[in-house]
């Protein structure tokens, strides 16, 4: 287990945010599945991602990295030719649900019997969603006692028409979206209660970078952006083929939301310029800017960068049903300014890496902050203004590592945290990056 102290300071400087791991492995899977040679930019080779490239060579596809940063990914659809007869095929995701909720629908489009085997926190996490998912169009799967990993898929997947109700996760979704368009007829996929909408539009962008479209509309009919929309109707057009592609990975809004975190509570008044990012990105967690800025960051886009600097910060409120990943941040956000600030969408946090409300409740406990979670009310309730040093558990969630680091700048001591090592599953060099940026 590893061991990372960090130390109070200011930061201030140029970072650049990782690569969109969401983003990287729905590409990786579109070239996995293509005719011809894809090329990958602005790779970072998260444990997730590491995971992502395991199946989709597992599925057939070559994969070659020439340089740091770039992928060459060969496609094949060869694996779906085998029979009935075949061994089992046996796959780790890692602890990457992601992948395992993605990557279902697409081992479910051969004939071979396909095992999705789980490690360390994803061994947890719940799975029946698919499951119902593939049954309704034609396929099976089949989990362990209580709707957990391993996977079990067998198709073929068949065009069709189903209605899912998509309240714990939108990445089944996500696997549906990649893999019904190579069916040989038309599908209509309803989604009731969806969840993380700008992930499916996500999607979507990148399917048609590979030649794949798919139409959507939402409750009220309309057909560009998604937005809030809770009823999608998916209209695909089966017998479609990805094509091979070039395609540039864009900076990830999760992991730069700790940066732009850390700026706001320990910048400096010239702040922290973040690069890679893109404005007008479809990833829901673009949406902690408006946290800043509410909370009164400020934030200034120059030249491609996003500099945020610290302002007058205020207690805020916000709804992260669908950008659940902004929780850890947004909590040490919270912590450093005084009063009380409140986060809603609770009810995502129990699916995670950990239980991340009971988690987050844990952390800060120890650094000395009283969080509430009302589980009622949906939300969680932060009572800031002072962080002191001391002893945490990252629980085996990267996310949770990430949020005590940058807290800690605003501490009145040193914080140490336990199990640092599963930054790896998003951001290998975060703390890296961090040291970076803090100055001595």
């Known amino acids: 287990m590893e061991t990372r102290v960090v130390y109070p300071g200011k930061v201030e400087g140029l970072a650049r945010a990782p690569a969109s791991k969401s983003a990287l492995q729905r590409a990786i899977a579109c070239a996995a599945l293509s005719e011809g040679v894809s090329t990958l930019g602005g790779v970072t080779l998260c444990n997730d991602a590491l995971a992502a490239l395991r199946v989709a060579e597992g599925l057939g596809a070559r994969v070659q990295q020439p340089e740091p940063g770039t992928l060459v990914i060969e496609g094949s659809l060869r694996w779906r030719e085998a029979g009935a007869a075949g061994e089992t095929l046996a796959l780790s995701c890692g602890e990457s649900g992601l992948c395992m909720r993605m990557y279902a629908p697409i081992a479910a489009l051969g004939n071979r019997t396909v095992r999705l085997d789980a490690e360390g926190t994803l061994l947890k996490r719940p799975m029946h969603m698919v499951a119902e998912a593939l049954a309704a169009f034609g396929a099976t799967c089949a989990c ?17 028409s189903a209605s899912i109700d998509a309240q714990g996760s939108s990445q089944t979704i996500t696997g549906l979206l990649i893999a019904l368009p190579l069916c040989s007829g038309d599908s209509a996929l309803e989604v009731r209660n969806a969840v993380s909408v700008g992930y ?85 967690d673009r949406t902690i800017l408006d946290v800043l800025d509410a909370a009164g960051a400020r934030i200034e886009w120059r030249g491609g960068l996003c500099r945020v600097a610290p302002g007058t910060l205020k207690p805020f409120e916000f709804d992260a049903t669908d950008c659940p990943d902004l929780f850890p941040p947004l909590a040490a956000l919270a912590a450093a300014i005084p009063g009380v600030s409140v986060i809603r969408g609770v009810h995502r946090l129990a699916s995670k890496e950990s239980d991340r409300a009971a ?82």
């Not at 952006?225 to 083929?241: D, P, T």
């Not at 009622?376 to 800031?384: A, K, N, P, T, Y």
């Open 144 to 160: 362990e006692p209580g709707g957990v990993p391993p996977l079990t898929v067998r198709g073929p997947l068949k065009a069709g």
């Open 359 to 440: 988690t987050l409740q844990d952390v800060y406990k120890a650094l000395g902050v009283r969080i509430e979670v009302d589980r009622e009310r949906d939300c969680l309730s932060v009572h800031g203004g002072a962080i002191g040093g001391g002893e945490v558990d990252a629980h085996g969630d990267h996310r949770i590592a990430m949020t005590a680091a940058i807290a800690a700048l605003r501490s009145a001591g040193p914080v140490t945290i336990r199990g640092a090592e599963c930054v790896a599953k998003s951001w290998p060099r975060f703390f890296h990056v961090l040291e970076s940026i803090r100055m001595k």
């Open 200 to 284: 499916l539009d996500l999607t979507r962008q990148i399917c048609a970078r590979f030649g794949v479209g798919i139409e959507v509309e939402d409750e009220a009919g309309g057909r560009e952006g998604l937005g809030g929309a809770r009823h999608l109707r998916f209209h695909i057009a089966g017998g479609q083929r990805y094509r091979a592609a070039s395609f540039d990975v864009e900076g990830d809004w999760s992991g730069a939301a700790f940066l732009a975190v850390a700026a706001a509570i320990a910048g400096t008044d010239r702040g922290l310029a973040i690069e890679g990012l893109d404005p007008a990105s479809e990833q829901p």
